[in-house]
């Protein structure tokens, strides 16, 4: 039986990288032939309203998840349970995220970089975790800076409003830890990968850390070479 599901799921993974890097190299070079005139506001706005329908939908179905985590523990009460809990923890982020941008910010970016990493491969560590899933978010500090903390400064709390007092702008501080986080991050998602695939004697585990090679070097790419928005859009939608 599992043999039958490996031969069936295997191929419509391998399908599904194949079709995000595909969609990762169509993006890059569609910006370095387009990018700058008005062809790029429409691929910026086509990401936007991309996000829109495809993000609000998955986050509203987070209660699928609670259903099948709290089912066995508390049965039928489950939405007791989950949905205070759910709010609560969305309290207490938007409280974060304006009393305390830096740091609610900043531990936002590594939850979500966490989640995604775990979601692309439930058996790695946390730190790897972290790191592969959190590309999109370290490479864009890194490789576009000044984007990013124009991003932010549409989403920070004025800090009029923040215990944090500072001259430095809080968006430009996030985007600096960002950095230094992404300095030591960006390497370890690239080279986890890179023993096994080049070096590795089982050639299933070659080939499964290759495809995870290349999935990493193509949200390299395209974070680096696209806006945020387009490769966020891009790995969120296509690839997460």
């Given at each position: 039986?599992?043999?039958?599901?490996?031969?069936?799921?295997?191929?419509?993974?391998?399908?599904?990288?194949v079709a995000y890097v595909i969609v990762c190299a169509l993006?890059?070079?569609?910006?370095?032939?387009?990018?700058?005139?008005?062809?790029?506001?429409?691929?910026?706005?086509?990401?936007?309203i991309s996000i829109a329908a495809v993000g609000v939908p998955h986050g509203g179905l987070d209660h699928w998840l609670g259903r099948r985590l709290l089912m066995g523990w508390c049965g039928s009460a489950w939405p007791l349970v989950f949905f205070p809990s759910?709010?609560?923890?969305?309290m207490a982020v938007a409280l974060g995220w304006v009393l305390l941008p830096l740091i609610g910010i900043f531990c936002f970016f590594l939850l979500s970089a966490w989640h995604f990493g775990r979601e692309e491969d439930k058996g790695q560590s946390m730190i790897t975790a972290i790191a592969s899933g959190g590309l999109v978010?370290?490479?864009a500090a890194l490789a576009r800076p000044a984007e990013m903390v124009e991003i932010l400064n549409a989403l920070v709390v004025s800090p009029h409003f923040?215990?944090?007092?500072?001259?430095v702008s809080t968006a430009v501080m996030i985007v600096?830890?960002?950095r230094v986080m992404g300095l030591i991050l960006v390497p370890m998602a690239v080279?986890?990968?890179?023993?096994?695939?080049?070096?590795?004697?089982?050639?299933?585990?070659?080939?499964?850390?290759?495809?995870?090679?290349?999935l990493r070097?193509?949200?390299i790419a395209v974070t680096c070479w696209t806006p945020i928005l387009v490769s966020f859009t891009i790995y969120f939608c296509v690839w997460h």
């Open positions: 039986m599992f043999a039958g599901f490996s031969l069936r799921v295997m191929p419509a993974m391998r399908r599904h990288s993006a890059v070079a569609g910006w370095w032939a387009f990018g700058g005139n008005a062809t790029s506001s429409a691929i910026v706005l086509s990401a936007a759910y709010l609560m923890v969305g978010i370290w490479v923040s215990f944090w007092r500072s001259n600096d830890a960002t080279f986890a990968a890179f023993p096994v695939t080049f070096f590795g004697v089982d050639g299933v585990a070659r080939r499964r850390e290759g495809n995870r090679l290349l070097l193509a949200t």
